[in-house]
Each structure stands twice: as structure tokens, then as C-alpha cells.
């Protein structure tokens, strides 16, 4: 089998991998859409008493996952992005807000998503076919897990052990058993796919927070031009990353004196390029 990338002990090769898939999520991170989160309200399928795992300082509480299911993605972004002796993981980039907001927001309601049908079973080259909304199929499959748990008087994933849930987490990717309409693998891909730009990405969209997986690739963030460094060759870029959010004092610069049209400019500006 395959060593898993996630789930072992935070050793060479799993740091390649997420060097390497970090790459890639963090170079695309600025241009994911900010899932605006709505106010807060109470999630269905709750066990009675449950609690929710606690925000992060400056974090407000979840307003897509019940308790139930917060505590089922706590646990399941710590094992796919442990904590280790060279930095943080997943639970303390705040994955876990990061999904839930984009869950409870425009994206989760699949805004953009084709609604209309039909629905019918498709290859791998075509992606994502099933009905479900990202939101709805979250739900529905953590609802069919819990079911699952409940009926077989097995532990809630969130109480297993780790080399359990390791397991746990491997069988879902791997299989495809029905979790309510949804494959378990999907489940997974998409699990996991949000895990990786919820560390990864800029944390103006809730995680990454401390930008501590862009520390952990050397990515410089979103600097807006490198005019200075131009004509210098061979040095190191060492200086702190920088979110889409903070251009040194915390704000992003809007020229409310530039059109955001072409045509003529107020005096003392030109367009970019121009001389």
C-alpha cells in the first residue's frame, strides 16, 4: 500500500508533500472567493449536550457545523495536517473556521453550481456530478457517519484514537460506500481539497492563520510588485509574508481619484505600462 501522506508521523517525506501541494494552493490562494459568512444560527442534527470545539482567539464560533459535526472536523484536520516539531497544523491555522465559513456562505450554497439536471453518473474527466451543493453534501454525509456510529454502538470519530481515525480517514478515501447519496471518497477528496487551502491559503478567508503554511513552503504572500528587487540577483527574499489584507498598516489602498474604466486620468497619474 502506498505510504498516506497524511496521518503518520511528521516526518521528510510527509513535509514534501505538503511543501509540494502548498505550492500550488498558495500561489492560487488570493484568487479564491471569500464565502461571506451570514450571522449566526443554530445547525441542525445536534446531540443533545454537545459541544463545540472553541474558536481561536479572534475566531467567533462556528454558524454552518453543529457541535456534533465541528468536533468531527476538528479531529479529522488534525490527523490530515498534524502539528509536528516544524511548525503548526491544521487545528491551529484555523482549518477548521476557514471550512466552516465557506461552508455557511455563497460558495457552500453552490452559487455558481449547475442546478438543473439530470443527474447521472459520470467519468473522472468530467468532475463533480452529484446534486449536492458543497453545504448540503457536508451535511448530509457527516449526518450519514454519525448515523453509522450510532447504529453499529461504535465511538464518534472524534473519540477514536489516533491510529483509529488515521484508519478511519483511509477507508473513506479509499472506498466508496454511501454516506446518504454521497460517495465516501468524495467526501474525502473534498474534505481534504478544503483542508489544504484552508492552511494554505490567504488568511484574510479565516485560515492560515499566523501564515503558518506559508512559513512552512517559504511563500512570500501577496507582495504586490518586486520593483526593488529587480536588478538584484542571487539574494535571498527573506522578508515576512504579507496577506492580501495588510500593506503595512493594515489596509488595502483604494485610489477613489482613478476611474475604474479606461479613458483620460486626473493629472499626475497614467496608466499602467504608460509613460
Known amino acids: 500500500m502506498p505510504r498516506r501522506p497524511w496521518g503518520q508521523a511528521m516526518d521528510e517525506q510527509r513535509r514534501f508533500f505538503l511543501r509540494s501541494a502548498g505550492v500550488a494552493a498558495a500561489a492560487a490562494g488570493s484568487a479564491v472567493s471569500l464565502a461571506q459568512a451570514p450571522a449566526a444560527r443554530p445547525a441542525p442534527g445536534a446531540s443533545p449536550g454537545a459541544a463545540a470545539p472553541a474558536a481561536l482567539p479572534g475566531q467567533a464560533s462556528h454558524v454552518f457545523f453543529n457541535p456534533d459535526e465541528a468536533a468531527f472536523i476538528e479531529a479529522a484536520v488534525e490527523r490530515l495536517i498534524p502539528s509536528g516539531d516544524d511548525g503548526p497544523g491544521a487545528v491551529e491555522a ?40 458543497p453545504a448540503e453534501l457536508f451535511r448530509t454525509a457527516l449526518g450519514a457517519l454519525r448515523q453509522e456510529a450510532q447504529a453499529s454502538g461504535s465511538a464518534p470519530f472524534q473519540k477514536l484514537n489516533a491510529a483509529a481515525q488515521d484508519d478511519f480517514l483511509h477507508a473513506l478515501q479509499t472506498g466508496r460506500r454511501d454516506l446518504g447519496g454521497v460517495p465516501s471518497n468524495v467526501f474525502f477528496e473534498s474534505l481534504w481539497g478544503l483542508t489544504v487551502e484552508g492552511f494554505f ?54 485610489h477613489a481619484d482613478i476611474p475604474a474604466t479606461g479613458g483620460a486620468l486626473p493629472s499626475g497619474h497614467s496608466h499602467p505600462g504608460g509613460r
Not at 455563497?106 to 473522472?124: K, V
Not at 501564515?211 to 512552512?216: P, S
Open 94 to 133: 484555523g482549518v477548521a473556521y476557514f471550512i466552516d465559513r465557506q461552508l455557511a456562505g455563497a460558495w457552500g450554497a453552490g452559487e455558481r453550481l449547475y442546478r438543473s439536471g439530470p443527474w447521472q453518473a459520470g467519468t473522472p474527466s468530467q468532475g463533480y456530478q452529484l446534486p449536492f451543493t
Open 201 to 254: 491559503g490567504d488568511p484574510v478567508y479565516g485560515g492560515n492563520q499566523g501564515m503558518v503554511g506559508w512559513k512552512l513552503i517559504g511563500f512570500p504572500g501577496a507582495y504586490a510588485n518586486y520593483y526593488h528587487y529587480i536588478d538584484q540577483h542571487g539574494l535571498a527574499f527573506d522578508r515576512a509574508p504579507i496577506s492580501l489584507a495588510d500593506n503595512g498598516r493594515g489596509v488595502i489602498p483604494i
